[in-house]
């Protein structure tokens, strides 16, 4: 392991990230929500929906990174501010994404959780940024990063003064081409025994195939992740984005009952 990964190695085992009444780390995570926000209305009904099932955290992105300038690109600080609302309303966690750093300090507020999109695990002058905040980090694995540079990219926001920094691996690029992306367990169970930082699989960006994330869900609950990330909309079908991932809130439900079920086994 790189010699520079100093405070990374310095996290003791039980360390946590505390999120509302959450100990991410050691209380398993539910975090779910639309892939991109649409409207207040639509967003607030599907949190209900999300909280009846036991959500934790409500996801739900606003700053957008398309591969395509011409796809929808998110409603920005307007979707930010609708997402704290319901959050507020309902109760709940919330976490985002933010792409830029002019935009950190305008949102800091809003959000309990700053998500680093994949494509962005590279930056490090956002990563610096976020270091010099307090709030929790959701850093995603780089589609095409090592473990090592994920967790140097980790390691930028802790050096900066940041303790609180959540990984979420997402899948990786490589030459297979059936699915979104390639999800290596192997790589879910090797952070969990090379570090102590809390550990969220998102399956969706993972997979892109709704019908797949509830078994690989539990591949991953099995190798002990602290929690999971799952897009949901009351009708995938009409998600801006992201929709042949996203689950409905039957589908969702389901889902959370087979994880609780499987957590208490393994744990028998
Ligand atoms: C997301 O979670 O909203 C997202 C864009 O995912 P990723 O950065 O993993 O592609
Ligand atoms: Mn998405």
């Given at each position: 392991?790189?010699?520079?990964?100093?405070?990374?190695?310095?996290?003791?085992?039980?360390?946590?990230?505390?999120?509302?009444?959450?100990?991410?780390?050691?209380?398993?995570?539910?975090?779910?929500?639309?892939?991109?926000?649409?409207?207040?209305?639509?967003?607030?009904?599907?949190?209900?929906?999300?909280?009846?099932?036991?959500?934790?955290?409500?996801?739900?992105?606003?700053?957008?990174?398309?591969?395509?300038?011409?796809?929808?690109?998110?409603?920005?600080?307007?979707?930010?501010?609708?997402?704290?609302?319901?959050?507020?309303?309902?109760?709940?966690?919330?976490?985002?994404?933010?792409?830029?750093?002019?935009d950190i300090?305008?949102?800091?507020?809003?959000?309990?959780?700053?998500?680093?999109?994949?494509?962005n695990m590279?930056?490090?002058?956002?990563?610096?940024?976020?270091?010099?905040?307090?709030?929790?980090?959701?850093?995603?694995?780089?589609?095409?990063?090592?473990?090592?540079?994920?967790?140097?990219?980790?390691?930028?926001?802790?050096?900066?003064?940041?303790?609180?920094?959540?990984?979420?691996?997402?899948?990786?690029?490589?030459?297979?081409?059936?699915?979104r992306n390639?999800?290596?367990?192997?790589?879910?169970?090797?952070?969990?025994?090379?570090?102590?930082?809390?550990?969220?699989?998102?399956?969706?960006?993972?997979?892109?195939?709704?019908?797949?994330?509830?078994?690989?869900?539990?591949?991953?609950?099995?190798?002990?992740?602290?929690?999971?990330?799952?897009?949901?909309?009351?009708?995938?079908?009409?998600?801006?984005?992201?929709?042949?991932?996203?689950?409905?809130?039957?589908?969702?439900?389901?889902?959370?009952?087979?994880?609780?079920?499987?957590?208490?086994?393994?744990?028998?």
């Open positions: 392991m790189n010699k520079d990964l100093k405070i990374v190695k310095e996290k003791k085992k039980g360390f946590s990230v505390k999120v509302k009444d959450k100990l991410i780390g050691k209380d398993f995570t539910f975090i779910s929500g639309p892939c991109s926000i649409s409207s207040y209305e639509k967003l607030l009904s599907l949190a209900k929906g999300l909280k009846t099932i036991g959500v934790d955290i409500l996801r739900g992105g606003a700053f957008k990174p398309r591969t395509s300038p011409y796809d929808f690109q998110g409603l920005g600080f307007e979707g930010i501010k609708n997402l704290f609302k319901v959050g507020k309303e309902l109760d709940l966690a919330i976490v985002s994404e933010v792409m830029d750093t002019k300090e305008k949102v800091h507020d809003y959000l309990d959780i700053f998500q680093v999109g994949s494509r590279h930056n490090y002058s956002l990563l610096k940024e976020l270091g010099k905040t307090k709030k929790p980090i959701l850093l995603k694995q780089g589609y095409a990063a090592t473990i090592k540079e994920w967790l140097l990219a980790a390691e930028y926001i802790l050096k900066e003064g940041n303790p609180n920094v959540i990984l979420c691996q997402r899948g990786t690029r490589n030459f297979e081409n059936s699915l390639s999800l290596d367990i192997g790589t879910t169970a090797y952070i969990k025994n090379m570090t102590n930082l809390p550990l969220i699989v998102d399956p969706s960006h993972a997979v892109g195939k709704a019908k797949l994330i509830e078994n690989v869900s539990k591949a991953c609950v099995a190798a002990m992740c602290d929690g999971l990330m799952i897009e949901v909309e009351e009708d995938p079908s009409t998600a801006i984005s992201d929709s042949l991932q996203t689950l409905n809130l039957d589908q969702y439900g389901r889902l959370v009952k087979e994880v609780k079920k499987l957590k208490k086994f393994l744990e028998s």
